[in-house]
C-alpha cells in the first residue's frame, strides 16, 4: 500500500482532474510535496495601521460611511461599493461577486481588511480586499500553483491535515534523532497554522529543507550505485583532430579550449563511455567545443543530440550550429515543430539521414529511435539538478556523454554534484571579448540615467532591466517590482518599443518576447531573473539590475553575463536598494572589483543573508522548490553523506525511501533515448 504522504494529490479533497493535472505540471506529484508549498508570507490580523501605503498590502481599519450593492443578472457581475475612511484619509472600496457579503457590511461601522491602496489621481482605491475577524489571529497567505489561486491552495493544505493519518516520518528515523528534528506533524503544523508571529519558522523549516536536499542525493546516489563506468562499445578515430577542426573552425582556439578538446579525445579513445562536465564561465566558448564533440561522432559515423533548457536558446544554438556544421544534415525539434515536420524528422532520425538533432528536454520524452546515437550533450544553463538527472539518467545507455554549465562551482560543491563525472575547465576567454564594465549607481540620479539610456536605445542599443519582484510584496516593501514600476517606465521610455517578462507569463509568451528582444523589434527588455538563463543576445550592451544588493552574487554575475557576448563595450549599472545592510554593500563591491566567475562562486557560497530574494524558483539556481545550497551548505553536504548510507545499507531504509527509490528504478526503465 502507498503511504499516505506518497500518494497522489488526488486523494485530497477538492482536487479533482483538472487540477491534479495543474499540480503534476508544477511538480506536485504527491501529498508530500503539496504539503511542502509554504506560505510566501503571513497576515498578522491583530497588527492594523492606519498609514496607508499605496501598493503594499497591509492589514487596516476602514470606517464605513455608505455602501450599496450594484447587480447585473445578465453579466452575472455584482460589485458591493463602499465609501470610507483609514484615519482622515476617504478611501473607496470596491467587492465584486460577493454579494452575500452585503448584509456583514450593513451591519458594521468599521471593517478589518487585508489589501492594498491604489492610487489613481487623487482617489484612493481598494479592490477585492481579504475582510478579516478580528479573532483569525496569524492567516498564512500561499503564492498561486499555475491557474490554482492562492485560497484553494490553502484549502488543499488544510484538507492534508484534516485527511492525515499518523503514518511514520518521511525521514528514517535515526535521521530525526540525529538531527534532533521536531515530530513530523508538529513541524507542519507550526508552518502552515502558526500560532505566534514570533514562532522561529526558518529552523523548523531546516527539517524539510534537508529533506529536499536527501532526496535529490538520494536519486544521484542511487543512479551512481546503479550504473558505475560503462564498458566503451563504439569504437572512435581521431587521428588528426587539427584537421577536423580546420575545416569547421575559422579562429584559434584558447588553451583551455585545446585541453578540452584534448580530453574529449582521450575520453573517446578510452575503455570507457565519456561522462564529462564542461565547466565555463558565461562567454568563455563552451558551445564549440560542444560542437567539436558531436563532429567527432559525426566522422566516425554517428549520431548526436544536443538538449538546451530553453526553445529560444536552443533555436540560437541551432542557427550556430548551421553553419557550423556545413555539409551535414542536422535538425531541430521543439514544442513549435509542426507535426508533420516532427513525424518527418523521426523518421529520418531512425533511418540516420538526420546525423545531429536539437532540441529541449522535451526530447527525452518523445518515442524518439535513433539509428546510432554515440554522443549526447546537454547544455544545462544554470539547471544544476534538472541537468544532473538527465545526464545520470543517460548512464545507462552507452552513449557518451558531455554536459556544459555556464556556472561556475565552488569545488567542494562541484564534488558533490559532479563527483562521478570527468571535469574540463575553461577559465581563459576567447581573445578580443571585451570586458563588461560594471558601475554602482545612486538613486537621486535614476530618472536622469534613464534618460540616458532611453537615448541610447534610440540609437539602436539593446537594454536590459532587471527587477527583483513581479510584484509588491509585504515581506520586500521596500524593493521594486515590475507591476509598481510600469508607470514610470511608460513614463520614461514613451516613443521607444519595450517589453516586459516575468516567470508568470506562458513559455509561449516569453519566447515571443524573446525573438523580439532578439530581432530588434523590442529595444529594452525589462524583467525578473528569467533572463538569467536560456537566452543569449549578441548586441545586448547595457544590463540594468534594481534592487541588486538583494541578489546574490553568482546570480549577479549570471545577469551581467547576458551582455558582452559580442564585440561591442558593454555595461553593467546597479542600483542598490534603499536599505542596504553591510552584506549587501560587500557583495555589490565584489561584484564590481571582480570579473572571475570561479572566484565569485567561491565567495557566494560564502555569504550569507539578503541574497537571491528572488528565490530558487525565480533564479534556477538549483532545481529546490523550497532549499538553497547557498543558504544551508552544511545540511546540503550532510544530506549527500546520508543517502550514500542510505543505498549501501537498505536496513536504514524506511516505507518513503524504500517508494522513492521503487519510483527511480521504474523512472529509469522508462527512458530510452537511443
Known amino acids: ?43 498578522d490580523t491583530s497588527e492594523t495601521d492606519n498609514i496607508i501605503e499605496p501598493g503594499i498590502e497591509k492589514v487596516y481599519l476602514i470606517d464605513i460611511k455608505s455602501s450599496s450593492l450594484y447587480r447585473n443578472y445578465r453579466r452575472r457581475l455584482s460589485i458591493i461599493n463602499i465609501s470610507g475612511t483609514i484615519g482622515e484619509v476617504p478611501v473607496d472600496m470596491a467587492i465584486f461577486n460577493k454579494p452575500y457579503m452585503m448584509e456583514l457590511i450593513r451591519a458594521s461601522d468599521q471593517l478589518r481588511i487585508y489589501g492594498k491602496v491604489l492610487v489613481k489621481g487623487i482617489q484612493k482605491k481598494i479592490e477585492n480586499p481579504r475582510i478579516l475577524k478580528s479573532e483569525e489571529g496569524i492567516i498564512p497567505v500561499y503564492k498561486n500553483i499555475g491557474a490554482i489561486r492562492s485560497g484553494a491552495v ?4 488544510e484538507h492534508i491535515f484534516v485527511q492525515k493519518d499518523n503514518s511514520n516520518d518521511i525521514l528514517p528515523e535515526h535521521l530525526v534523532k540525529e ?19 514570533d514562532l522561529k519558522l526558518e529552523k523548523i523549516k531546516e527539517r524539510f529543507i534537508y529533506t529536499e536536499f536527501l532526496f535529490f542525493q538520494l536519486e544521484i546516489a542511487y543512479i551512481r550505485e546503479k550504473s558505475g563506468k560503462i564498458i566503451r562499445e563504439r569504437k572512435y578515430s581521431i587521428s588528426d583532430p587539427e584537421k577536423i577542426i580546420r575545416d569547421h573552425v575559422n579562429f584559434q582556439l584558447t588553451s583551455d579550449q585545446k585541453k578540452s578538446v584534448e580530453n574529449i579525445k582521450s575520453d573517446l579513445t578510452g575503455d570507457f563511455t565519456m561522462q564529462r562536465i564542461l565547466l565555463g564561465d558565461v562567454g568563455s566558448g563552451k558551445t564549440i567545443i560542444s560542437f567539436i564533440f558531436l ?44 507535426a508533420s515536420e516532427r513525424k518527418k524528422i523521426i523518421s529520418n532520425l531512425n533511418s540516420g539521414k538526420i546525423r545531429i538533432v536539437f532540441g529541449t528536454h522535451s526530447l527525452i520524452n518523445d518515442k524518439i529511435i535513433f539509428n546510432n546515437l554515440s554522443a549526447i550533450v546537454i547544455d544545462e544553463q544554470h539547471r544544476f539538478g534538472v541537468a544532473q538527472r538527465a545526464a545520470l539518467f543517460y548512464k545507462g545507455e552507452k552513449a557518451d556523454l558531455m554536459v556544459t554549465t555556464a556556472t561556475p562551482i565552488p569545488r567542494t560543491l562541484l564534488l558533490s554534484l559532479y563527483k562521478d563525472l570527468d571535469v574540463s575547465e575553461i577559465r581563459s576567454m576567447p581573445k578580443g ?47 521594486r517590482s515590475l507591476e509598481s514600476e510600469t508607470p514610470f517606465f511608460k513614463r520614461m521610455f514613451k516613443g521607444v518599443p519595450f517589453g516586459m517578462l516575468s516567470g508568470k507569463i506562458s513559455p509561449e509568451e516569453r519566447n515571443t518576447v524573446f525573438r523580439k528582444f532578439s530581432d530588434g523589434d523590442i529595444r529594452i527588455l525589462i524583467s525578473t531573473t528569467v533572463i538569467e538563463v536560456g537566452i543569449d543576445i549578441r548586441d545586448a550592451t547595457i544590463m540594468v539590475i534594481e534592487d541588486a544588493d538583494k541578489f546574490g552574487l553568482s546570480q549577479l554575475h549570471q545577469l551581467r553575463g547576458r551582455v558582452g557576448r559580442g564585440d561591442k563595450k558593454s555595461f553593467c549599472y546597479l542600483f542598490p536598494s534603499s536599505r542596504i545592510t553591510d552584506t549587501g554593500s ?9 570579473s572571475n566567475g570561479f572566484e565569485i562562486a567561491e565567495k557566494d557560497l560564502g555569504m550569507r543573508g539578503g541574497g537571491n530574494i528572488a528565490g530558487t524558483e525565480q533564479s534556477g539556481y538549483l532545481d529546490f522548490r523550497i532549499s538553497d545550497i547557498r543558504e544551508y551548505p552544511e545540511l546540503y553536504f550532510k544530506a549527500s553523506r546520508d543517502a550514500s ?4 545499507d537498505n536496513t536504514l531504509q524506511n516505507i518513503h525511501i524504500k517508494h522513492k527509490l521503487e519510483l527511480i528504478e521504474k523512472r529509469l526503465k522508462k527512458i530510452s533515448f537511443s
Open 1 to 43: 500500500m502507498i503511504p499516505f504522504l506518497d500518494s497522489s494529490p488526488r486523494i485530497i479533497k477538492g482536487v479533482g482532474e483538472k487540477y491534479l493535472k495543474i499540480l503534476n505540471r508544477y511538480r506536485y506529484n504527491n501529498v508530500y510535496d503539496l504539503i511542502n508549498h509554504f506560505p510566501e508570507y503571513y497576515i
Open 154 to 157: 490553502k484549502n488543499f493544505i
Open 179 to 197: 538531527y534532533k528534528f521536531e515530530p513530523f506533524w508538529d513541524s507542519l503544523e507550526k508552518i502552515h497554522s502558526p500560532i505566534s508571529s
Open 295 to 338: 563532429l567527432f561522432a559525426v566522422k566516425n559515423g554517428y549520431q548526436g543530440a544536443f538538449l538546451a533548457p530553453t526553445e529560444i536558446l536552443i533555436s540560437q544554438h541551432f542557427e550556430n550550429a548551421a553553419r557550423f556544421f556545413k555539409g551535414i544534415n542536422i535538425a531541430i525539434l521543439t514544442g513549435n515543430t509542426s
Open 433 to 479: 571579448r571585451l570586458p563588461i564594465e560594471t558601475l554602482i549607481l545612486k538613486q537621486d540620479i535614476r530618472e536622469q540615467f534613464y534618460s540616458e539610456v532611453k537615448r541610447r536605445a534610440e540609437e539602436g542599443e539593446k537594454v536590459f532591466i532587471v527587477l527583483p519582484l513581479i510584484s509588491a510584496s509585504n515581506r520586500f516593501r521596500n524593493l
Open 586 to 594: 560587500e557583495r555589490l563591491r565584489i561584484i564590481k572589483e571582480t
Open 645 to 648: 548510507a542510505l543505498i549501501k
